[in-house]
């Protein structure tokens, strides 16, 4: 198994390949692949996946994958690594803790909305364009590139149901999901009283509700969301334990630990020390 790693925060890459260069590869950064002609198969973690012209995947740390080409593929390569997923911020959504938060939910093309298809194409061939003509100020372009091209991935990858849900879900299920995700640092507005007067629903109702449409309860439902994003404070930030604590409400660093250990049977520092050796 061969792993990969970059040193540079961004990296844009054009490749037309008959065969895949490296097969069973595994990555320690993130990277968007589009197809920009072509198809074939993405293995990924024992997965076989199909993909032809216009996809876009997202392959994310520690996938293993492989592509086999079945016609002669064009591809554009955005690698991005642990730095630039840490700095990375916008005013209006935080788009890389949406991509981080969705990456085990993927599975082939996270293009859902069809308008964007067009823009993703003209966004990749703007970026080719970029990258061969070597003129002043290029760097600085691509970054704004590859920024929209996180903006779109973020919105069409929100617009992906979580795991479990029912394909019968209804819209307000929806939206109460997307309530509990934009208030999860705020341990008041998840509280199941509050949601259930946001949403005019009873307290009694709301529980049965959610867990007919989620197959999970709403308590679970918030517990796994932290974890998964306390997870990747720890794995590609490096934020103090203390600062975890007052990002997510905890009332202390033993509380968050209690929180942590109950559900990954190891301590904060003992999961970042894992995540450190395994880099």
């Not at 072509?38 to 076989?48: A, R, S, W």
């Not at 209804?170 to 998840?190: G, S, V």
Request: charged residues 25%; aromatic residues 10%.
């Amino acid at each position: 198994m061969r792993k990969e790693n970059m040193h540079q925060s961004v990296e844009v890459l054009y490749k037309k390949v008959d065969e895949c260069p490296i097969v069973n590869s595994q990555f320690s950064f993130f990277q968007l692949v589009y197809v920009i002609s072509g198809n074939g198969f993405l293995h990924i973690n024992g997965n076989c996946i199909s993909y032809q012209t216009g996809n876009l995947m997202l392959l994310t740390p520690n996938d293993y994958h492989t592509f086999d080409i079945t016609n002669t593929t064009e591809f554009l390569l955005v690698k991005l690594n642990s730095e630039y997923v840490k700095e990375y911020r916008s005013k209006s959504i935080d788009h890389i803790e949406c991509l981080l938060h969705y990456a085990t939910h993927l599975s082939g093309c996270i293009l859902n909305r069809k308008e964007d298809e067009f823009l993703v194409s003209s966004i990749s061939e703007s970026l080719v364009h970029v990258i061969n003509s070597k003129d002043i100020y290029d760097e600085d372009l691509i970054i704004h590139y590859v920024n929209a091209l996180i903006v779109i991935a973020a919105r069409n990858i929100a617009k992906i149901k979580p795991l479990g849900i029912k394909e019968s879900a209804d819209k307000r299920i929806l939206e109460i999901i997307n309530y509990i995700q934009a208030n999860i640092f705020c341990p008041q507005k998840i509280k199941v009283s509050v949601i259930a007067e946001k949403f005019d629903i009873s307290d009694s109702y709301l529980g049965s509700y959610f867990k007919n449409h989620c197959g999970e309860t709403i308590q679970s439902f918030v517990s796994n969301y932290k974890i998964r994003l306390i997870e990747h404070r720890l794995s590609f930030s490096d934020m103090r334990i203390n600062e975890i604590v007052d990002e997510f409400g905890f009332s202390d660093e033993s509380h968050l630990n209690k929180f942590f250990k109950k559900h990954r049977n190891i301590s904060l520092t003992g999961y970042r020390k894992a995540k450190i050796l395994l880099a």
